[in-house]
């Protein structure tokens, strides 16, 4: 039985009611859900199952599940499942502090790559720090880069999906900027993340609404991976904790 993916039209949706599909080894798979599998670069949810006693079970993983369209939640080692049974009605709600770094992570990773027009081959969005690889030669200017990704923050940016169809994207191949992940076929449409005037491509992540939501990006670090590799790494202005 596939989830139902509430975060890919409402990715500030932080809570949902749902019901137990199956209590596996993997973990809990429910009928729909709020937390976000692991995938594209971006990390999973974590959060609490509420259970109808009032008890929680804490989530610290999401992830995909074996058959397509499944997402498992992982839940805390030790954690009592006695109580759950396909059928059983649990609320599940995600860390949003964790979730919202994110999104602004993933969003400013968008900018990130309309101010480096190069191919991507290979992305990690944590709520730590963000990544990507980018397919190139040239060298890179932190400062450059950093206030660059001020200037889009602050002029504000709206940035909301879409979906198209497979057609219309293999008439735009130049949408595709990863080359280590290419969008999933066969469904007959492609989920895409626009930034208004700065950046078009697909991607199945969470964003934040504005780029002005994303807040004070620095570049903290950039490394020649390989003769042909140069990583961008992005964090917070704030600390960590903050």
């Known amino acids: 039985m596939t989830t139902e993916e509430l975060f890919r ?16 080894d993997a973990g809990i798979r429910l009928d729909r859900t709020v937390c976000y599998p692991q ?32 997402i498992v939640h992982i839940v805390a080692p030790g954690s009592d499942l ?33 101010l480096v027009p190069h191919p991507v081959d290979g992305c990690s969005i944590t709520a730590d720090y963000a990544r990507l690889d ?9 400062e450059v880069l950093t206030q660059g990704l001020a200037r889009l923050v602050r002029e504000a940016h709206p940035v909301a999906h879409r979906w198209i169809d497979e057609a219309e994207l293999d008439a735009n191949p130049g949408l595709v900027r ?16 626009d930034v208004q005037g700065i950046d078009l491509q697909p991607c199945g992540g969470t964003h934040v609404a ?3 939501e994303i807040g004070a990006v620095v570049v903290t670090k950039i490394e020649k991976k390989s003769a042909r590799t140069r990583r961008v790494v992005l964090g917070f202005a704030e600390p960590a904790e903050g």
């Open 9 to 24: 039209d409402d990715a500030t949706l932080q809570q949902c009611a749902a019901h137990v599909v199956a209590v596996e």
């Open 39 to 70: 995938g594209g670069g971006q990390a999973g949810d974590a959060g609490v199952l509420r259970l109808p006693d009032g008890s929680e079970i804490t989530i610290v993983d999401t992830r995909k599940g074996a058959a397509a369209g499944e």
């Open 82 to 114: 006695s109580r759950l049974a396909p059928g059983t009605p649990v609320s599940v709600q995600i860390d949003w502090r964790r979730r919202h770094r994110h999104m602004r992570f993933h969003t400013a990773t968008h900018l990130l790559c309309a």
């Open 134 to 142: 980018f397919h190139m030669t040239e060298p890179l200017d932190k």
């Open 178 to 193: 990863s080359m280590s992940v290419q969008p999933p076929r066969g469904l007959g449409r492609v989920r895409v993340i």
């Open 210 to 212: 504005n780029t002005a």
